[in-house]
């Protein structure tokens, strides 16, 4: 059993950055894989992003590669998803997930955290 909690939503400019965590607990996340999704109001759950917990591999969607980043402190058993150059299309709540293994799905949700990209 692994809980999820999102933090560092908010209000930023185009063109501006934030930092999102999600912070685990109940266990290590040796073996996981970690995905950022993101939903709109109105629209479904799309994939952002993911890392191997073990080896740090990521992996984006292309609307964000090059100006958002993922990464793991290992110490914290936490997961980041740094976001540059945000655009209003940005806007959404933004959910980190958990899978255990690279072939399940993710069965570990956040509650979500709000990003809103103004112009």
């Known amino acids: 059993q692994v809980q999820l909690v999102e933090s560092g939503g908010g209000l930023v400019q185009a063109g501006g950055s934030l930092r999102l965590s999600c912070a685990a607990s109940?266990?290590?996340?040796?073996?996981?894989?970690m995905g950022w999704f993101r939903q709109a109001p109105g629209k479904g759950r799309d994939f952002v992003g993911h890392?191997?917990?073990?080896?740090?591999?990521?992996y984006y969607t292309d609307s964000v590669k090059g100006r958002f980043t993922i990464s793991r402190d290992n110490a914290k058993n936490t997961v980041y998803l740094q976001m540059n150059s945000l655009k209003p299309e940005d806007t959404a709540v933004y959910y980190c997930?958990?899978?255990?293994?690279?072939?399940?799905?993710?069965?570990?949700w956040g509650q979500g955290t709000q990003v809103t990209v103004s112009s």
């Open positions: 997930a958990g899978a255990s293994t690279p072939t399940s799905g993710y069965g570990y």
């Open positions: 109940g266990r290590t996340l040796s073996g996981y894989r």
């Open positions: 890392i191997g917990w073990s080896d740090g591999n990521t």
